[in-house]
């Protein structure tokens, strides 16, 4: 069996180890001239390294990140506290996204990616499909993964009139410093006034990864890091998370990233006869959550583990899509949760139900093979 990956993220990344790894020829196509990453730290859940053990990358993953925890704080710095939930319901390990990239490709195998090599097109025939790129050649295959992202040209054509849509004053600004210059004996996130929260994370290697996000962002004004100190302003009380501030300051401007967030609506499916979406092509979300990746790592292990060699591959995929599309309808609530807490308490409180639902059952098992 062949597949084409469109994307080497994450998520096509990982989908091309897992097929590789189920047996499966895969070439990944990357329209990019290089293997990139857009953004800055990443936190990975417990179901995300599960998935990386059972693809032989777990210690070397576990390597390039840092382990933390997500307790918010509130604006007073006062630990909002969530009882009810145990301490591996808030463990994450930070990495940065670039290397986390590297060692996925690395693990692919750089000879089955195809840089600077966009997908254009597809179509399917009753034992193959075709797949058109971009340098007007043309590849055969069995099956085709559609891992590109929230502006997904595969989605584009496979459930057309679908465009990723903001999501309405959602904005997000990070950066990692290497040499923050600011004593840090600990991480914190807080949660504010005016839709604000952030933080900062330190990293393996002794940098630190801090962001800010908004819900219902006033209209912008200022550099990226003026906008990013009037959100931190929000983060402190009393002389309280000063730190925030103090790290946003020490950031050259050229470093700060700035996002409008995106979403990707529902979708009625998510899959063809030989056609699969995976990852933020399928279900790009509020990173209020911070696990669109870990999720979008969930989908490459299941479509590992149901599509094999010489299996049908429609079955397979409706089993993917008759998995993947309650799973996410459950996200989606339990994002909604959050995101409209009426305070800071209950947002954590909110939170932490996410992150021990995602990372309990049904879906670890469901991962493992
Ligand atoms: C501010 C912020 C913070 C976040 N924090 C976290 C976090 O802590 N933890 C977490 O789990 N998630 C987090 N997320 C979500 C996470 O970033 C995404 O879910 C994840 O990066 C999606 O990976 P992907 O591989 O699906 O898509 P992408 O990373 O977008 O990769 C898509 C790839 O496809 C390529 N491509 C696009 N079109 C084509 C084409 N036509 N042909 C060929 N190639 C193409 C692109 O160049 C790209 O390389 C965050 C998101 C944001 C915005």
């Known amino acids: 069996m062949r597949a084409v990956v469109i994307g080497a993220g994450i998520v096509g990344l990982t989908s091309g180890l897992a097929l590789r790894r189920a047996g499966i020829d895969v070439a990944i196509y990357e329209h990019a001239p290089e293997i990139r990453a857009a953004g800055a730290g990443l936190g990975l859940w417990a179901n995300a390294l599960t998935v990386f053990d059972d ?15 997500m307790y918010f704080h509130d604006a007073a710095g006062r ?5 009810e939930f145990g301490v591996e319901d808030h463990r994450f390990l930070l990495v ?7 060692l996925l490709a690395d693990a692919v195998g750089r000879q089955n990616i195809r840089l600077a090599t966009g997908f254009a097109d597809y179509e399917e025939h009753a034992d193959h499909l075709t797949v058109r790129l971009t340098n007007g050649s043309e590849e055969n295959a069995d099956v085709l993964v559609g891992a590109d992202g929230a502006y997904s040209t595969v989605r584009s054509r496979l459930v057309p009139g679908t465009p990723a849509q903001q999501h309405l004053g959602h904005h997000a600004w990070r950066a990692v410093i290497p040499n923050p210059g600011v004593p840090l004996s600990e991480d914190r996130l807080i949660l504010g006034a005016h839709g604000c929260r952030g933080g900062y994370v330190r990293t393996h290697d002794g ?3 801090w962001l800010v996000n908004q819900f219902n962002t006033p209209a912008l004004t200022g550099t ?4 990013a100190l009037e959100r931190a302003a929000h983060l402190e009380v009393d002389g309280n998370n000063t730190i925030l501030a103090e790290l946003i300051a020490a950031t050259p401007e050229e470093m700060i990233l700035h996002n409008q967030i995106m979403l990707v609506p529902p979708l009625p499916h998510w899959v063809s006869a030989r056609v699969a979406l995976a990852g933020d092509a399928a279900h790009a979300m509020s990173p209020h959550i911070t696990a ?6 969930e989908d ?9 060699p010489t299996g049908d591959v429609r079955a397979a995929l409706a089993a993917y899509e008759a998995d993947r599309i309650p799973r996410y309808a459950h996200v989606a609530d339990l994002s909604a ?4 807490a009426s305070t800071p308490q209950e947002f954590a409180r909110n939170y932490a139900a996410f992150s021990h639902w995602m990372i309990t059952a049904p879906g670890e098992n469901r991962v493992r093979a």
């Open 337 to 340: 949760a959050v995101e409209h």
């Open 224 to 227: 990226l890091k003026q906008q």
């Open 79 to 83: 630990l909002l506290d969530t009882p």
């Open 96 to 102: 940065h996204r670039a290397t986390l990239n590297d």
């Open 55 to 69: 693809l032989g990358v777990g210690e070397q993953v576990r390597a390039i990140g840092k382990p933390s925890e």
């Open 292 to 297: 669109g990746a870990t999720l979008g790592i």
């Open 300 to 308: 490459a292990a299941l479509l590992g583990r149901l599509l094999a």
């Open 207 to 209: 940098s630190v990864y």
